[in-house]
């Protein structure tokens, strides 16, 4: 018999599960409040998406975030891909422990230190070069990709650990060109940490308010920021009816991702079958093979023969 599960475990469960999602759940529920005050029910309405598809300015916030998110995840997975590459597959070299703490540092450094210290990069260039002349898209962009690479080289790196090294020591063996190895066998062993790396950088610079606010200059503001700013002045229906947008986006995502990966555990469960049907197919005829052979070998040497019988011998 099973065991029991524990009352406490399970009631701890349904506390945290509850604890996540009732508040979503109530933020659903009135963001189809037709009354202006969030806390007071005014009756079932869309009003408050309307007012949100109309106003320009959450729409200049959406488009600005999505254009940083997705420089962002491109530029970042290139250059954590190189760092995990030099970490994973070049030996020991000079100044490998300093690369490999510059790397990981972001990963540990509060953001609020992170957001003021490019802040404070950012000032010094532009007293120096000139450059940047204006805080906006550009410092924010390059910011996001000062700590969302660090996490993409962590993926690349522990991926390429995992594959090992044999089937590029294989293809170089067989006169491959390093960088032909590197398109044909480790880009393709890496795709799956390719893709989790840049949804996790699109992911984190899609959400990120602190270091965002530091380096942003007037009139570049983000999603986060621009939902923070009117949150500060007093809970407002539209926020809630963009928060039920993202939240309905996520989940549609979660669900198409789901089903993709029950598909193909599906598709892997179907080739393992027909392998295996295979190789016992296989098995079975073999095994005939070696029972004919063993019976052929067990005939007496004279009913084999198929010449002149043998003579009688004289005496």
């Known amino acids: 018999m099973g065991k029991k599960p524990s009352v406490f475990l399970f009631s701890m469960l349904c506390f945290g599960l509850a604890f996540l999602y009732i508040p979503m759940a109530m933020l659903v529920v009135y963001s189809f409040n037709y009354s202006k005050l969030v806390p007071v029910?005014?009756?079932f309405s869309i009003r408050w998406y309307r007012v949100l598809f109309?106003?320009?300015?959450?729409?200049?916030?959406?488009?600005?975030s999505l254009k940083i998110a997705l420089l962002n995840a491109t530029f970042a997975t290139v250059l954590g891909t190189l760092a995990g590459l030099a970490l994973a597959r070049i030996g020991r070299f000079k100044g490998r422990t300093l690369f490999t703490g510059m790397i990981t540092a972001p990963l540990v450094m509060p953001e609020v230190i992170t957001g003021l210290s490019l802040l404070l990069l950012f000032i010094s260039l532009n007293s120096i070069i000139g450059w940047p002349s204006e805080r906006g898209m550009t410092t924010?962009?390059?910011?996001?990709?000062?700590f969302s690479?660090?996490?993409?080289?962590?993926?690349?790196r522990a991926r390429l650990a995992?594959?090992?090294?044999?089937?590029?020591?294989?293809?170089?063996?067989?006169?491959?060109?390093?960088?032909?190895?590197?398109?044909?066998?480790?880009?393709?062993?890496?795709?799956?940490?390719?893709?989790?790396?840049?949804?996790?950088?699109?992911?984190?610079?899609?959400?990120?308010?602190?270091?965002?606010?530091?380096?942003?200059?007037?009139?570049?503001?983000?999603?986060?920021?621009?939902?923070?700013?009117?949150?500060?002045?007093?809970?407002?229906?539209?926020?809630?009816?963009?928060?039920?947008i993202i939240i309905l986006v996520v989940a549609v995502g979660v669900f198409i991702a789901g089903w993709l990966l029950l598909r193909q555990q599906q598709q892997r469960d179907r080739d393992?079958?027909?392998?295996?049907?295979?190789?016992?197919?296989?098995?079975?005829?073999?095994?005939?093979?070696?029972?004919?052979?063993?019976?052929?070998g067990d005939i007496p040497q004279h009913q084999v023969d198929t010449g002149t019988p043998e003579r009688p011998s004289r005496r």
């Open 41 to 43: 029910w005014g009756g």
């Open 54 to 64: 109309e106003s320009e300015e959450i729409w200049s916030a959406l488009m600005l």
């Open 140 to 146: 924010i962009t390059i910011a996001h990709i000062t």
């Open 149 to 156: 690479m660090a996490y993409v080289a962590i993926i690349i």
């Open 162 to 244: 995992g594959i090992g090294q044999h089937l590029e020591e294989a293809a170089q063996d067989l006169g491959g060109k390093p960088f032909r190895v590197l398109l044909d066998i480790t880009l393709p062993l890496l795709a799956p940490a390719l893709v989790a790396g840049w949804l996790l950088a699109f992911t984190l610079s899609l959400d990120d308010l602190v270091i965002a606010s530091f380096v942003s200059g007037p009139g570049a503001n983000t999603l986060p920021m621009l939902i923070y700013s009117r949150v500060r002045l007093g809970l407002r229906p539209d926020i809630n009816a963009l928060a039920t």
């Open 272 to 296: 393992l079958q027909i392998a295996t049907t295979d190789n016992s197919d296989l098995s079975g005829l073999n095994d005939k093979d070696h029972h004919s052979h063993d019976r052929s």
